[in-house]
């Protein structure tokens, strides 16, 4: 009997620190990938301000992040614009006040929905062919064969990457609140019966200059988050296949959780430096 | 002349090489013969910087490889070539520029020049004529061969071979272990060949070293190794499954 209960209570404990012990090492772990992530950036900073740069790869990989991801973005802020503006009708109905729908959602796209969801989507599209295409290059030994050729890979390989993203997505954004507030202005004009000439002087009263410069602004972060977490684990994949396979999966997770997190740091310091 | 001075490593308390020396003279053929897995490409990735020793040197014409800085570390690897196991061709990129890749990035040669060198590289290793094609739609023998090519490229002093010959048919390999040796006997490089081929090691090496457990247990030429007395190099260069290499692992496996 007694027997029976300590073994029950040994499971049980084994279990509590079994799942403290997995928490603890998954913190660390990201404590450890954070201070590996610094120390990438802070190697590309160093490389972004020091000659020899190579325009040509810099603006292939702007094509490939920018122009190429053109029709995806078109069509998810397309469909943003769409929903948004359903949305807000169903409450706006209510209170009766559909002439602010205009706003509502000129406003929140620009300050929030362009800016994040042009960013995940480029993490999940660009940045995972980076860590696949870089991963791959690192168990062939490809990178090693740079190193071997006297060509720094951070300079060669991730500099252009980070420079592509963090000068293509703010462009990026801008034209994903442009297609998504047109979403919402045909939904708007022909389904509500709200007048073009309305919404537009609606949209264009709210907006300032500064929503326009918050939106923008953090998505050179995004940017930057996206190349730097793709690569660092690009160089730290271990194994062959499938080590490039569940490399690619933590670069798209950590990116979104990194992504999400610093809106939301930046929406609050945005919100109390520029009231 | 390449002076490797007591040099360890550990991959996470796992010791890959212990206190390892050796010495290559200018012009010379070392052969390091080993089993997989006892780190010969691990000493040649500390040979060419990539990977940096827990303690030790390694000497190059003087210089001490891990005190470099990138700059100086970068001007040694000019006059290096390597040639990776499984050829390591940038895939994103055709032959030729795989193969010029080293004169297109750091020696500001002119075009014509360039393609020049490019198709001498190409020939030397008798594959004239291939710059356009993509390294997807090579054979394994032939990515070694342009991964010799564009070690040579750039025309270096020592070339460091990954088992050149592993892989390939018999007449490839026959054809890479002629290459090696008239490579040492027109250009007088310094060569290092990691290998697990016995019969290459004969033909191409002036110098056979035997790498086991982390440390260079025997050297000399290729003579001298084959009537080595110590057990381990016998029963390595005869490939015999019965021996004291093969008895230390069940040993190990038993605990
Ligand atoms: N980057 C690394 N990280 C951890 N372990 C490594 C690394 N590179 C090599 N090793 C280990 O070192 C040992 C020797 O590897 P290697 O030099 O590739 O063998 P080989 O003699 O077949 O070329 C292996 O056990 C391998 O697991
Ligand atoms: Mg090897």
């Known amino acids: 009997m007694k027997n029976w209960f300590l073994s029950k209570k040994s499971d049980i404990e084994e279990a509590l620190s079994k799942f403290f012990l997995d928490f603890g090492r998954s913190i660390l772990g990201f404590v450890y990938f954070l201070g590996g992530l610094a120390n990438l950036t802070g190697q590309c900073f160093y490389y972004m301000f020091t000659p020899p740069f190579n325009k040509e790869r810099i603006f292939e990989q702007a094509k490939r992040a920018g122009y190429d991801s053109l029709g995806i973005v078109s069509l998810v802020s397309l469909f943003i ?62 990178i090693d064969a740079l190193e071997t050729l006297a060509t720094n890979p951070i300079r060669y390989l991730v500099i252009p990457r980070v420079l592509a993203l963090s000068l293509m997505l703010p462009l990026l954004t801008l034209y ?100 | 002349m390449i002076d490797i001075i007591k040099v360890s490593k550990n991959f996470n308390g796992h010791k890959v090489l212990d206190k390892l020396s050796l010495k290559i003279e200018k012009g010379q053929t070392c052969v390091i013969i080993g089993r997989s897995g006892c780190g ?32 100086e570390l970068d001007a040694v690897r000019m006059k290096l070539g390597m040639v990776f196991q499984g050829g390591a061709l940038f895939d994103s990129m055709t032959v030729g520029e795989n193969v010029g890749f080293g004169l297109i990035e750091h020696d500001h040669v ?29 054979s394994g023998g032939m990515k070694k061969r342009v991964a010799l090519a564009r070690a040579i490229c750039i025309r ?41 081929d016995m019969k290459s090691a004969y033909r191409v090496g002036d110098k056979l070293a035997m790498l086991y457990q982390g440390n260079i247990i025997a050297e000399g030429t290729p003579e001298e190794i084959q009537k080595a007395k110590n057990p381990v190099v016998h029963q390595f260069i005869n490939g015999l499954a019965k021996g004291p290499i093969t008895e230390t692992i069940d040993h190990y496996r038993e605990y």
């Open chain 2, 156 to 196: 270096p002093e020592i070339i460091l071979y990954d088992e050149p010959t592993t892989g390939v048919d018999p007449i490839t390999a026959d054809s890479i272990n002629e290459l090696i040796r008239s490579l040492h006997d027109k250009l007088k490089v310094t060569s290092i060949v990691v290998t697990h």
């Open chain 2, 40 to 71: 010969k490409s691990v000493l040649l990735k500390h040979i060419v910087g990539i990977l940096k020793p827990d303690s030790g040197k390694i000497v190059i014409e003087g210089q001490n490889i891990p005190d470099l800085n990138e700059k």
């Open chain 2, 110 to 138: 002119s075009r014509r020049e360039l393609l020049e060198r490019i198709e001498e590289a190409l020939c030397m290793v008798d594959l004239c004529g291939i710059e356009n094609l993509w390294p997807a739609q090579l």
């Open chain 1, 176 to 275: 994903a609140d442009v297609v998504g507030i047109f979403g919402s202005y045909l939904i708007c004009v022909y389904k509500l019966g709200i007048s073009s000439n309305m919404y537009i002087h609606a949209t264009f009263d709210v907006l300032f200059r500064k929503d326009l410069f918050t939106g923008l602004v953090k998505t050179v972060f995004f940017g930057l988050i996206i190349a730097t977490v793709s690569c660092y684990e690009a160089f730290n994949v271990e194994g062959g296949a499938e080590g490039v396979g569940q490399a690619t999966t933590k670069a798209v997770v950590k990116t979104f959780i990194m992504i999400i997190a610093a809106d939301c740091f930046f929406t609050a310091l945005f919100y109390f430096i520029f009231p």
């Open chain 1, 81 to 142: 614009g769409f929903i948004y503006a359903l949305q807000t009708a169903y409450f706006m109905q209510r209170i009766g006040s559909e002439i602010y729908i205009a706003s509502l959602v000129a406003i929140s796209l620009v300050r929030e929905l362009g800016p994040v969801i042009t960013a995940l989507v480029v993490a999940g599209r660009v940045g995972a062919a980076i860590t696949a295409e870089m991963g791959t290059m690192q168990v062939t030994e490809q």
